[in-house]
């Protein structure tokens, strides 16, 4: 599992019938800082995740991929290795909170 934030959405109008209906979000995963451990930091990298829970564009989210990501309920059926399954609201390491949603975000 990993802290990702939703940097967009991925359209496709051509899938097969068990993926109609659902919305998939580009999500890039983020870490603590290696110099500044008091902020979240992107690794750069980016996957394509099925939303489990409504979560939108700019929000960070929890994310789960392998095996994990076909063990909820909404994803069981589906041919899926990378979901969203939580909205984060913040994000605590080493005594600080490097990330808060009420805050409107401390994450580069």
Same mark, same amino acid.
């Given at each position: 599992?990993? %802290?990702?934030?939703? $940097?967009?959405?991925?359209?496709? $109008?051509?899938?097969?019938?068990?993926?109609?209906?659902?919305?998939?979000?580009?999500?890039e995963p983020y870490v603590l800082g290696r110099e500044?451990?008091?902020t979240l930091k992107t690794t750069g990298r980016t996957?394509?995740?099925?939303? $489990?829970?409504?979560?939108?564009?700019?929000?960070?989210?929890?994310?789960?991929?392998?095996?994990?990501?076909r063990l909820t309920p909404e994803t069981k059926p589906?041919?899926?290795?990378?979901?969203? %399954?939580?909205?984060?609201?913040?994000?605590?390491?080493?005594?600080?909170? %490097?990330?808060?949603?009420?805050?409107?975000?401390?994450?580069?």
């Open positions: 599992m990993f %802290v990702g934030k939703v $940097t967009g959405s991925v359209i496709a $109008t051509q899938k097969t019938d068990v993926l109609v209906g659902r919305k998939f979000l580009l999500v500044n451990r008091e996957f394509v995740a099925v939303d $489990t829970v409504g979560a939108g564009e700019g929000e960070f989210v929890l994310v789960v991929q392998g095996s994990s990501a589906l041919p899926v290795d990378c979901a969203i %399954v939580g909205i984060v609201d913040s994000v605590h390491a080493e005594n600080r909170c %490097v990330y808060s949603k009420e805050d409107n975000g401390t994450a580069d």
